[in-house]
């Protein structure tokens, strides 16, 4: 069964740094693109990064050049490195892997940019 964890989120100020990370199981995790949204209260869910397989990463204009995603594949695992976040940054975070024609997301974690 396919399980994805992400964790690391909290509350940080503006211009502040935070690192999530999502966390892949029951899944040959080489062989997937792993992909970063995220979701703000009244909006909908909105792309941020995309891990491929090749190692390469895809980001949204929204946060190139602040947001560094990382892929370890001997930990089943992305990183996103956030940095010089803005109260608009401020969403719950969720990872999803496609697979046979289905979407696997995690539960999400919260991400709070205020002073």
């Known amino acids: 069964q396919v399980q994805l964890v992400e964790s690391g989120g909290g509350l940080v100020q503006p211009g502040g740094s935070l690192t999530l990370s999502c966390t892949a199981s029951?899944?040959?995790?080489?062989?997937?693109?792993l992909d970063w949204y995220r979701q703000a209260p009244g909006k909908q869910r909105e792309f941020i990064a995309s891990?491929?397989?090749?190692?390469?990463?895809n980001y949204a204009d929204s946060v190139k050049g602040r947001f560094t995603a990382t892929r370890d594949n001997a930990k089943n695992t992305v990183i996103l490195r956030m940095n010089s976040l803005k109260p608009e940054d401020a969403a719950v975070y969720y990872c999803?892997?496609?697979?046979?024609?289905?979407?696997?997301w995690g539960q999400g974690t919260q991400v709070t940019v205020s002073s």
């Open positions: 999803k892997i496609w697979r046979d024609s289905e979407d696997y």
């Open positions: 891990a491929t397989l090749g190692g390469s990463i």
């Open positions: 029951g899944i040959m995790f080489s062989k997937y693109v």
